[in-house]
């Protein structure tokens, strides 16, 4: 048996995404993103954004360029979302329409912005599976959630148990405008991590997301240049508050946050160490280094060694098939 049957026994797996989701909005951008997505491989995801990226007034110009790059040859791993408008606005139906019937087969992922409860993510996803089944696109495609109004917080448990849902990413910015002046405007930046009010969002969107075997993605860092900075404010969100994955606004950002998400050679190392004498073991409780460890710890050291991989780092050819 694969050591995800052995340890995941009745459950369903965690998702596993690659850790950085780079967000670009227009044509230029997108195509740079790709060049640079080639470059590296598919060690990032990429979103093409419709909600704020398109013009005003030429939105399904917009949605249109977005599906021709998806379909073309520089879409070369399929990993490659989409955000289309938020619900209360004319044109998400329009997007929806557009980019899953021309480019259903390409798109890694929906991201889907601003609901308000679990009950409108579901309406929304099911007219994306219409509009998928009616254009044959012949697979289920995967949803992801922003959570940045006070609805989405307050039913972010049920939005990420939402079968189809297998990422839920915090709408910072939208959030703290939320409360109208009553959160400073220190928490869009890195005050974020120390207001009590975003603190908690971050925790219950996290948390929701472990809960149901889905992944966290953590906001943006407004900083773009500053590597210090953009280490510092991930290795916050993955240490204190359980981010996973990040979103990124600037290619400087991506090989920052793709390292910093990333597990270290030595914990690759003892990941690998640990699971090959489990496996000998036939997955019974072992000793390493002094240490006991069982099937809950191979849990997590077998999280670490998929990481390592979705991350582009080399591993080990005899722990190959513990993947």
């Known amino acids: 048996m694969q050591p995800s049957q052995v340890l995941f ?35 990032f995801d990429i979103t093409f954004d419709c ?35 938020d ?12 980019l899953i019937k021309q480019a259903g087969k390409k798109i890694a992922f929906v991201m889907i912005p601003k609901v308000v409860s679990a009950t ?50 915090f709408g910072l910015m939208d959030f703290v405008s939320a409360h109208h002046g009553a959160i400073p405007g220190s928490a869009m930046d890195r005050g974020q991590f120390d207001h009590p009010l975003v603190a908690r969002a971050m925790l219950e969107i996290s948390a929701a997301c472990h809960a149901h075997g889905k992944v966290a993605s953590h906001n943006v ?13 991930t290795l916050r969100a993955k240490n204190e508050f359980g981010f ?14 793709v390292k910093t998400l990333s597990p270290s050679p030595s914990e690759i190392e003892e990941a690998c160490s640990i699971l090959l004498a489990a496996q000998v073991a036939q997955w019974g409780p072992i000793q390493h280094e002094g240490k006991l460890h069982d099937r809950a710890s191979y849990r997590y050291f077998w999280t670490i060694l998929q990481k390592a991989h979705l991350t582009g780092h080399a ?3 005899k722990a190959e098939k513990l993947l």
């Open 244 to 257: 996973t994955r990040k979103w990124s606004i600037h290619p400087n950002q991506i090989p920052v946050i």
């Open 51 to 85: 909600e704020d990226g398109a013009p005003v007034g030429k939105e399904a110009e917009h949605a249109q360029l977005v599906a021709d790059i998806l379909l073309s040859s520089d879409n070369r791993f399929n990993r490659v979302g989409v955000r289309i408008h």
């Open 87 to 98: 619900p209360s606005h004319s044109c998400w139906k329009a997007d929806v329409a557009t």
């Open 315 to 317: 591993i080990p050819a």
């Open 120 to 169: 409108q993510t579901q309406s929304i996803i099911d007219e994306i599976n219409h509009v998928a089944k009616t254009a044959n696109i012949g697979r289920v495609i995967p949803i992801q959630v922003l959570i940045e109004t006070h609805g989405a917080l307050q039913d972010v448990q049920a939005i990420a148990a939402l079968e189809q849902v297998e990422s839920l990413s």
């Open 9 to 43: 026994q009745g459950e369903a797996l965690p998702r596993a995404l690659p850790v950085c989701d780079h967000y670009a909005g227009t044509e230029v951008r997108m195509r740079k993103a790709l060049a640079l997505q080639a470059e590296l491989g598919p060690v």
């Open 221 to 233: 860092c407004t900083n773009i240049n500053d590597v210090a900075i953009i280490e510092s404010d």
